[in-house]
């Protein structure tokens, strides 16, 4: 029971680096999507997919991009990292986007930009 | 522009007691509600939804109530358990997009013995 799978859990990137959030999701979900958590900020949804090929943004896309060329795999790209992107980020999926709105969440990965 | 918002940080309660989360929300186009859970280093889980249509929904322990009217929803936990504790997040989407989510900022919740 993998469910949604993230990595890394851990990083640490110096400002200007770039790096991919791999999120791999085994339930045969239409509906991904991409969240950071930040202090007194709650969950912000950053992109989301609603299936393959198929990607849009959030209420905070700047400084990120997202591909979907599988059902399975929705990573998170940051191009051009800044210490204000450091958060904890949460991939999630659903069977889809108007489904019930009951998400499955990974465990999240947490990145610090120095 | 916070749409939903829980305005205490943090709560406690002694076990065997009521727990009661609130939530307010101010798009008046938010259709369905949920609450999350979120145990440290863990991803959220879900834990009881309601729809628009109703004023009330109850899971075992867990009541969510919706009052449209004041746009206001609240989470009552009865009785209150040690395991209980975790942060709790309401959220909110709008017709047709059950899945995308705006969540509120999180009640940390302590049940103490």
């Known amino acids: 029971n993998a469910g949604v799978t993230q990595t890394p859990k851990f990083q640490v990137l110096k400002t200007g680096q770039s790096m991919t959030l791999q999120c791999a999701q085994d339930?045969?979900?239409?509906?991904m999507s991409w969240y950071r958590q930040d202090p007194g900020m709650g969950l912000r949804l950053i992109h989301y997919?609603?299936?393959?090929?198929?990607?849009d943004q959030g209420e905070v896309p700047n400084g990120y991009n997202v591909s979907r060329s599988t059902t399975e795999d929705f990573p998170l790209r940051l191009l051009s990292a800044a210490p204000s992107q450091t958060s904890v980020y949460f991939c999630a999926s659903s069977p889809g986007l108007a489904n019930t709105g009951e998400l499955f969440f990974g465990e999240g990965s947490r990145l610090t930009v120095l | 522009d916070q749409q939903v918002k829980q305005n205490s940080p943090s709560l406690s309660v002694q076990e065997g007691r009521i727990s009661i989360l609130n939530c307010d929300y101010t798009n008046s186009m938010f259709d369905y509600f949920l609450w999350y859970k979120k145990y440290p280093a863990e991803g959220p889980t879900f834990l009881i939804s309601i729809s628009s249509i109703k004023d009330k929904n109850e899971d075992g322990r867990f009541t969510v109530f919706l009052n449209k009217s004041a746009k206001h929803l609240s989470l009552h936990i009865v009785p209150s358990q040690p395991g209980d504790s975790a942060v709790y997040f309401c959220a909110a989407s709008e017709p047709g997009t059950a899945s995308k989510l705006t969540f509120g900022t999180g009640t940390r919740l302590q049940v103490t013995l």
């Open positions: 339930m045969n979900h239409e509906y």
């Open positions: 997919s609603v299936g393959a090929g198929i990607t």
